[in-house]
């Protein structure tokens, strides 16, 4: 058996391994582990060939250590930066405290698709952010959601989360900025037939003694979104002027606009108006535009299109103004293109001046 005879740097070496706290034998098979690791990869640079197995030379056993030095400050690096992350269900919090103030039903939209991911996905709310990668994000996006409007809006949430992580230091990328985007072909909505338009404004009418007739008359002849209606007060009203402002606050894209009052929506707001500090909608909104729309017939099997009104709205009115540029300043779209793809359904209207002039 060799016996070594320690001298004065072997003891300093111990005396370092021992003020660490760890086993002395442990913390040298690390360190002849770290220093075998920088070895290797001077040996596959070919350094180390000429010694042909023997003992490194002093000075390649110094570049060595420097480059076992610089492995353990990059794993370091490394690991604090592995370390330094959060829960995909931390980071949706943080993401919506960001968009507080932002308008309501982006706030909305925001909470129902993150929740949605997080309640479809298994595992998903605890996994560290900076884990998960571009291809799990595709797949988390087809699970949570079905259809490619859902999923092209979702893509866009799930960036939103991302891209707040990312700010806060708790991932270096955006990893849904490497997922393709669904490719959603717009398809024109049908309109409501002159018999239906009828039925959901006489139904208007005597509903809860009228209080959903001025909203009902806002979104088929002028347009405005169920939600922004949700927003206005009879002070944007201004029936002298004929016009409704809709404020940045409460439009969709965040951008004000102003509607005209065409002359059967003035006929409805005359019959309907209210106090200036009054909402337009009664109390519990969506509740009973629901339930209006059961009682004028959409129900057992007769299906509501989403925005039903607003785009028989756009396809009277370029049917009988005959101008894109109007339309697309009434309805509050930054250009054309989704009016001419998606929004107007010329085949579906029938005199047009009866319509304006109902």
């Known amino acids: 058996m060799r016996i070594y005879t320690l001298n004065e740097t072997d003891k300093a070496a111990l005396a ?10 442990e913390a040298a098979l690390v360190a002849k582990s770290a220093l075998e690791a920088g070895r290797a990869r001077l040996r596959q640079k070919g350094n180390l060939s000429v010694y042909a197995g023997v003992r490194a030379s002093e000075a390649t056993a110094l570049r060595a250590l420097k480059r076992c030095k610089k492995i353990i400050a990059l794993g370091t690096e490394a690991l604090r930066q592995q370390e330094r992350t959060v829960t995909f269900e931390k980071a949706v919090e943080a993401a919506l405290e960001a968009r507080k103030d932002r308008r309501v039903r982006t706030v909305y939209d925001f909470r129902y698709f993150t929740r949605r991911f997080m309640k479809r996905c298994k595992g998903l709310a605890a996994r560290r952010v900076r884990s998960i990668t ?26 939103g989360v991302f891209g707040t992580a990312v700010k806060r230091g708790w991932c270096d990328a955006n990893p849904v900025a490497r997922v393709e985007a669904p490719r959603v072909v717009e398809k024109p909505v049908p309109i409501l037939t ?38 206005l007060t009879w002070a944007q009203v201004d029936l002298q002027e004929q016009a409704i402002y809709i404020l940045p606050q409460h439009s969709k894209t965040g951008g004000a606009r102003r509607v005209t009052i065409h002359k059967p929506l003035l006929r409805i707001l005359r019959r309907h108006t209210g106090n200036p500090t009054q909402e337009i909608c009664p109390a519990n909104w969506l509740h009973h535009w629901r339930e ?67």
């Open 292 to 358: 209006l729309r059961r009682a004028a017939g959409w129900c057992r099997g007769k299906m509501w299109r989403q925005d039903a009104l607003r785009h028989t709205f756009a396809s009277y009115h370029l049917s009988y103004f005959r101008s894109f540029a109007e339309l697309q300043i009434e309805i509050g779209h930054r250009d054309a293109a989704l009016l001419r793809t998606r929004y107007v359904d010329q085949r579906g209207v029938k005199v047009p001046s009866c319509f304006w002039s109902a």
């Open 134 to 159: 571009p291809q799990e994000c595709a797949g988390y996006i087809e699970q949570a959601f079905d259809s490619l409007r859902q999923r092209q809006k979702a893509r866009l949430i799930l960036s």
């Open 16 to 25: 370092v391994l021992r003020s660490t706290g760890a086993d002395v034998l």
């Open 194 to 231: 002159p018999q239906e338009i009828e039925q959901i404004t006489t139904t208007a009418e005597v509903y809860q003694g009228g209080s959903c007739a001025a909203a009902v008359g806002m979104m088929l002849y002028a347009g405005i979104r169920p939600h922004e209606v949700a927003r």
